[in-house]
T-cell receptor, first 109, second 115 residues
Framework: EDKVVQSPLSLVVHEGDTVTLNCSYEVTNFRSLLWYKQEKKAPTFLFMLTSSGIEKKSGRLSSILDKKELFSILNITATQTGDSAIYLCAKTNDYKLSFGAGTTVTVRA | DAGVIQSPRHEVTEMGQEVTLRCKPISGHDYLFWYRQTMMRGLELLIYFNNNVPIDDSGMPEDRFSAKMPNASFSTLKIQPSEPRDSAVYFC?????????????FGPGTRLTVL
């Protein structure tokens, strides 16, 4: 079974802080790594990473992949209360996703 | 684009009853996935289809669970008989190959409670 491990499991920060979320995975049949944000509903797509060292950015969120060390990080700068959510990392084996347990981020005003 | 559509959004039933969850994937997407999410186990893949054909059902917990995809725009997940431990949020997702990679888009989920 494809293993994806996220850390920390949860964290609480104050508005304006920067958070870094970690995701490590097993190498078998790696195709790409995806990040999702889940609030109260369904996971919504954030990033897809396929190559090492190339940072993807969207506003205050950014992510990078290290295929040699088998991990990815998701950074959120200048956090806002609307960033409170579960952030899920998933490894793809072509079309099949294996999800990590997620990191619950709580941003306090 | 309406996105992935699921119904019902909430379902409360009694143990032993049959439950049917429905999904309409995004038009043109050729893969469809059913997931279950619980606090204890996170997001688990139950089954997925490619061009309406089931490819991998190894995640289906037991024979009480079955899924069908009679055409490209509709899929069902059925639980018969339901048990309290089936209580979870069930997500349907669809994806399409773009630029050599697949990205899955999730429906809003069905929250199932079995009493």
């Amino acid at each position: 079974e494809d293993k994806v491990v996220q850390s920390p499991l949860s964290l609480v920060v104050h508005e304006g802080d920067t958070v870094t979320l970690n995701c490590s995975y097993e190498v078998t049949n790696f195709r790409s790594l995806l990040w999702y944000k889940q609030e109260k509903k369904a996971p919504t797509f954030l990033f897809m990473l396929t190559s090492s060292g190339i940072e993807k950015k969207s506003g205050r969120l950014s992510s990078i992949l290290d295929k040699k060390e088998l991990f990815s990080i998701l950074n959120i700068t200048a956090t806002q209360t609307g960033d409170s959510a579960i952030y899920l990392c998933a490894k793809t084996n072509d079309y099949k996703l294996s999800f990590g347990a997620g990191t619950t981020v709580t941003v306090r005003a | 684009d309406a996105g992935v559509i699921q119904s019902p959004r909430h379902e409360v039933t009694e143990m032993g009853q049959e439950v049917t969850l429905r999904c309409k994937p995004i038009s043109g997407h050729d893969y469809l996935f059913w997931y279950r999410q619980t606090m204890m186990r996170g997001l688990e893949l139950l089954i997925y289809f490619n061009n309406n054909v089931p490819i991998d059902d190894s995640g289906m917990p037991e024979d009480r669970f079955s899924a069908k995809m009679p055409n490209a725009s509709f899929s069902t997940l059925k639980i018969q008989p339901s048990e309290p431990r089936d209580s979870a949020v069930y997500f349907c997702a669809s994806s399409l190959l773009t630029g050599g990679y697949y990205t899955q888009y999730f429906g809003p989920g069905t929250r199932l409670t079995v009493l």
